[in-house]
T-cell receptor, first 108, second 114 residues
Framework: KNEVEQSPQNLTAQEGEFITINCSYS?????LHWLQQHPGGGIVSLFM???GKKKHGRLIATINIQEKHSSLHITASHPRDSAVYIC??????????FGTGTRLAVRP | GAVVSQHPSWVICKSGTSVKIECRSL??????MFWYRQFPKQSLMLMAT?????????EQGVEKDKFLINHASLTLSTLTVTSAHPEDSSFYIC??????????FGDGTRLSIL
């Protein structure tokens, strides 16, 4: 069993839909990261959070420390949101443990 | 925002060649740089953690003599894949950070060994 699990693995949505990607982790963490990987491979850090909720534009990330669960929400999805979204758990040091990613395709 | 530049973005070379990949933090001084490898449809896997001026810390199963890491300054780390073979073909990506801040990732290097 992976230490960080994401669901779903693949997601297809229609433009404008509200999207939720889930992440569960089994290790103790100092922070939880959400990353976006584009088809070319480049990675952008979306959020780093250790409690509560963060919002940036149409993206919202939440974390429940007790349940060891985090969600990434995308409101009013757009085709340019199509990418792989990766959850990563940061332990007490610098090391990140990555989920396998959720491949999102938003159709116009 | 913080920018990490990785070069080259794509390399094709013959088996037995050594390949050097550069990772630069362009607008900040990175206390730590990380090197990852990603095989198709798989997660990123940490290869090594590098602090300026000290030896890199390699993850279990990563051969330090094959994947040479040099972190000569606070803005530059290099990964050299020595005597590369087809099984080394992968996507290599670096990241850099200032302590307690999120990692900033490069755009990656796609390495193909023929």
């Amino acid at each position: 069993k992976n230490e960080v699990e994401q669901s779903p693995q693949n997601l297809t949505a229609q433009e404008g839909e509200f999207i939720t990607i889930n992440c569960s982790y089994s290790v103790g963490i100092s922070a939880l990261h959400w990353l976006q990987q584009h088809p070319g491979g480049g990675i952008v850090s979306l959020f780093m959070l250790s409690s509560g909720k963060k919002k940036h534009g149409r993206l919202i990330a939440t974390i429940n420390i007790q349940e060891k669960h985090s969600s990434l929400h995308i409101t009013a999805s757009h085709p340019r949101d199509s990418a792989v979204y990766i959850c990563a758990a940061q332990g007490s040091g610098d090391k990140l443990t990555f989920g396998t990613g959720t491949r999102l395709a938003v159709r116009p | 925002g913080a920018v990490v530049s990785q070069h080259p973005s794509w390399v094709i070379c013959k088996s037995g060649t050594s390949v050097k990949i550069e990772c630069r933090s362009l607008d900040f001084q990175a206390t730590t740089m990380f090197w990852y490898r990603q095989f198709p449809k798989q997660s990123l896997m940490l290869m090594a953690t590098s602090n300026e001026g000290s030896k890199a810390t390699y993850e279990q199963g990563v051969e330090k003599d094959k994947f040479l890491i040099n972190h000569a300054s606070l803005t530059l780390s290099t990964l050299t894949v020595t005597s590369a073979h087809p099984e080394d073909s992968s996507f290599y990506i670096c990241s850099a950070r200032i302590s307690n801040q999120p990692q900033h990732f490069g755009d990656g290097t796609r390495l193909s060994i023929l």
